[in-house]
């Protein structure tokens, strides 16, 4: 057995070993609920269930970590190197190694947050590093799958296009929080498409097993799902947003219909405007 056939066994048998955890714990206790979910919102591939779930799974490597005295930027930094290093295992061909080692650093996004809100110490310079890090490692995951399929000119298309509805649905996320608007849910957020390029890389060992002709199924259907639902979902929020920053600009040249004039205020306003 090779190393990417064994890790994505690791992979399954970790996500087995989780839900029958989780299981337990439902029947025992009820199911788990964490603010970071509900903040998430819904989301058309990953049912709230799921992310309930790995938000508790994570949570004793958390508290861990706490009384360890690990800092939740060392966590973010090692989510980094170990990004990095999928994506250029992905850009090799490893795709069952590359797999695994993103799901690692898909835990670690989520423990750095989940850590520095335990200890205390959360903050906008962290929420900032944490952001450019999911950036790094979102083009580490989809430019290694690029230049793997370098030689192959319609899957390089698809996952260029990937890369770049990554980056749209990104920014529009950012550029409604800078405008200070609510942008609607869309689909293929980040954690949508890490688990989409991270599954299709820990099948694709399977895939490879079956012949040749399927070896490259389970990432070229990763690759179109995000190629197009993101960049639709990017299209949407934008055009949303445009709408709203309209009907803002409208608004505030609407002269005031309520209340008394003010012909001594007018007139102030009027000959400072004059000035």
Not at 39 to 54: H, I, N, P, T, Y
Not at 127 to 133: F, G, I, N
């Amino acid at each position: 057995m090779d190393a990417d056939t064994s890790c994505s066994i690791a992979i399954v048998g970790l996500l087995g070993a989780i839900s029958v955890a989780y299981v337990v714990r439902v029947v025992r206790s009820g199911p788990a609920h964490h603010p970071r979910v509900e903040a998430e919102g819904r989301s058309a591939l990953l049912a709230k269930d799921v992310m309930e779930m790995m938000c508790w799974a994570v949570q004793p490597v958390v508290n861990a970590c706490a009384r360890l005295r690990i800092t939740p930027d060392a966590v973010t930094f090692s989510s980094l190197a170990l990004g990095v290093a999928s994506g250029c295992a992905l850009g090799m061909g490893h795709f069952g190694v590359g797999a695994l080692l993103a799901t690692i650093a898909a835990g670690g996004d989520a423990i750095d947050g989940l850590l520095a809100r335990k200890l205390g110490v959360d903050s906008k310079a962290g929420e900032l590093l944490d952001a450019v890090v999911d950036r790094y490692v979102d083009f580490a995951l989809l430019g290694g799958v690029a230049f793997y399929y370098r030689a192959d000119e319609p899957r390089l298309v698809l996952a260029l296009l990937a890369l770049l509805a990554s980056y749209m649905v990104s920014y529009s996320t950012s550029k409604a929080d800078a405008l200070r608007i609510a942008p609607p849910r869309g689909s293929m957020r980040r954690v949508e498409r890490s688990v989409l390029v991270v599954g299709a890389a820990a099948l694709t060992p399977a895939a490879a097993a079956l012949g040749a002709l399927w070896a490259d199924v389970p990432m070229t259907f990763a690759l179109g799902m995000i190629a197009i639902v993101g960049n639709l979902s990017a299209a949407r929020r934008l055009a949303s947003m445009r709408a709203s920053l309209r009907t803002r600009a409208r608004e505030a040249r609407m002269p005031e219909s309520h209340g008394p004039r003010d012909p001594d205020g007018e007139l102030v306003a009027a000959l400072r405007a004059a000035e």
